[in-house]
């Protein structure tokens, strides 16, 4: 698990796709700290699992069907991507509970006064409220605004600052993931159980 909150930028370095799996290597710094093959990284919200590493760099391989539902392909070469390491426990939770299980990509229509504008399907839009959370690249982000297949965010500073979110353009694509949360709300909704407040009480929703 992850909270959303980017530790650092980092550079992909290398990405050789090979039989539909991608190996990537990625150059960076603080997340290398007490690191060892295994670990996870979220990597521009991709939970990415350490293969090797180095003084300068780590690792990874993506299977086919996390390259299917992100953004990453050969394009990615060169970029700057969003690192964050798993949640220690007992750690404050500064963002939203993260899995680095994207759901799939949204594209940036506008950015106006460091509020982004995103078009995505409706699959993934249909788990997206105002003020709830959306993690956008690796970032927990609270949604400002949606209607339909579209939502909009308002980048402060501070994330400006800290994250590759600042050198978004119109039409870049972006990793999404929705809230967890919503989406087991949505399971036990399908459920035959009537949903009263006693099967409520029963799941420990209060």
Do not use: W
């Not at 919200?45 to 180095?54: A, E, I, N, R």
């Not at 780590?58 to 390259?67: H, I, P, R």
């Not at 504008?117 to 839009?125: M, N, Q």
């Amino acid at each position: 698990m992850f909270t959303g909150i980017a530790e650092e930028i980092g550079k992909v370095t290398k990405f050789n796709l090979v039989n539909g799996k991608a190996d990537i290597e990625i150059s960076c710094k603080k997340v290398l700290e007490d690191l060892k093959n295994g670990d996870s990284i979220m990597t521009d919200g991709v939970c990415l699992t350490v293969t090797d590493f180095s003084s300068i760099s780590f690792k990874a391989s993506m299977m086919e069907e996390s390259l299917k539902v992100t953004k990453f392909d050969k394009s990615i070469l060169g970029k700057k991507v969003n690192l964050e390491r798993a949640l220690k426990l007992g750690a404050r939770l500064d963002g939203h509970l993260v899995q680095g299980h994207v759901d799939g990509i949204g594209r940036i229509i506008s950015i106006n006064n460091n509020i982004l504008r995103i078009k995505t399907k409706d699959e993934i839009s249909k788990y997206i409220v105002k003020k709830g959370s959306i993690c956008i690249d690796g970032i927990s982000l609270t949604v400002s605004y949606e209607n339909g297949d579209i939502f909009e965010v308002s980048l402060i500073p501070e994330t400006l600052q800290r994250t590759n979110l600042s050198y978004r353009k119109i039409n870049d694509l972006v990793n999404l993931e929705t809230d967890i949360v919503a989406r087991c709300l949505e399971k036990l909704f399908r459920r035959e159980e009537r949903m009263d407040r006693n099967f409520l009480l029963e799941n420990g929703f209060f």
